[in-house]
């Protein structure tokens, strides 16, 4: 299977199993609602619909904020441009795993140099053998 189709196909199961949950919250909190209030009229579809939106604004406000925090250029709202004060040069758009490699790439090459310079002593003391 092609990397492309491979990418498309864990897309479309991560959907469906993203919306399976959701449905399943839903279910649950409208047996409970119905179970605690017996008059109250909450619907799967509306509880599913509350979870849809209040995840797309958390999401959205994150993905945001982070596009703001990590462009220089101005903020264009509309017709006007605001300056862009929240901009942070040191700030980088990084997934978790991503910053988790650096992390790991950081500590291997300081043992790198530990064991480049372990080496680079016991060739000096191998030279200092074979002269002697």
């Known amino acids: 299977m ?7 196909v864990s897309y479309i199961v ?17 047996t409970i609602h119905n179970w ?5 009229k909450v619907s799967s579809k509306e509880v599913f619909e509350l979870i849809c939106v209040l995840l ?11 596009e703001i925090r990590a462009n220089p250029d101005v903020v264009s709202v ?3 441009n605001i ?11 990084e997934s978790k795993n991503r910053s988790k490699i650096l992390k ?3 500590m291997l090459k300081g043992k790198l140099e530990e064991q480049e ?16």
């Open 2 to 8: 092609p990397k492309s189709a491979k990418l498309i």
């Open 14 to 30: 991560g959907l469906l199993l993203t919306l399976a949950i959701f449905l399943g919250i839903s279910e649950t909190y409208t």
């Open 36 to 40: 605690m209030v017996p008059t109250g």
């Open 56 to 66: 797309t604004i958390i999401f959205s406000t994150s993905i945001l904020a982070r």
């Open 78 to 80: 509309g017709a006007t």
């Open 83 to 93: 300056p862009n004060f929240m901009y942070h040069p040191d700030f980088k758009k």
């Open 104 to 106: 790991e790439q950081h």
């Open 117 to 132: 310079m372990y080496t680079d002593n016991l060739l000096d003391e191998l030279e200092q053998k074979i002269l002697n």
